[in-house]
């Protein structure tokens, strides 16, 4: 198993940046995909985005696409999300996870949370207009 542990959540002023911060330990974190996704009061999680084993391939809601970065440091066992450019629509609870596999070739299963065995507690992030 994988534990994960989410950092970097606070309130800033929209137009801002945060980076978000997935710290990983247990089995070796670059078996893993890794993903974000997001859960705002009263609506359901949704997907962020997402990047492979290697951190190479990325994928991203249509929302947040071009200012939003996903990343990962396997030699650190740490994934990030770095926002930019925050609306107060991006207000939620942001959540990295962790699939068991490392690779998909339907791209859409990265956005599926039923394909991540992994979870971690979430980072608030609030923007205020």
């Known amino acids: 198993q994988v534990q994960l542990v989410e950092s970097g959540g606070e309130l800033v002023q929209a137009g801002g940046s945060l980076r978000l911060s997935c710290a990983a330990s247990?089995?070796?974190?670059?078996?893993?995909?890794m993903g974000w996704f997001r859960q705002a009061p009263g609506e359901e999680r949704e997907f962020v985005a997402a990047?492979?084993?290697?951190?190479?391939?990325?994928y991203y809601t249509d929302s947040v696409k071009g200012r939003f970065t996903i990343s990962r440091d396997n030699a650190k066992n740490m994934g990030y999300l770095q926002i930019n450019s925050l609306k107060p629509e991006d207000t939620a609870v942001y959540y990295c996870?962790?699939?068991?596999?490392?690779?998909?070739?339907?791209?859409?299963?990265?956005?599926?949370?039923?394909?991540?065995?992994?979870w971690g507690q979430g980072t608030q992030v609030t923007v205020s207009s």
């Open positions: 990047t492979n084993w290697r951190g190479d391939l990325t």
């Open positions: 247990g089995r070796t974190f670059s078996n893993y995909a």
């Open positions: 996870a962790a699939s068991e596999i490392a690779y998909y070739s339907d791209t859409n299963s990265y956005a599926n949370p039923m394909e991540y065995a992994y």
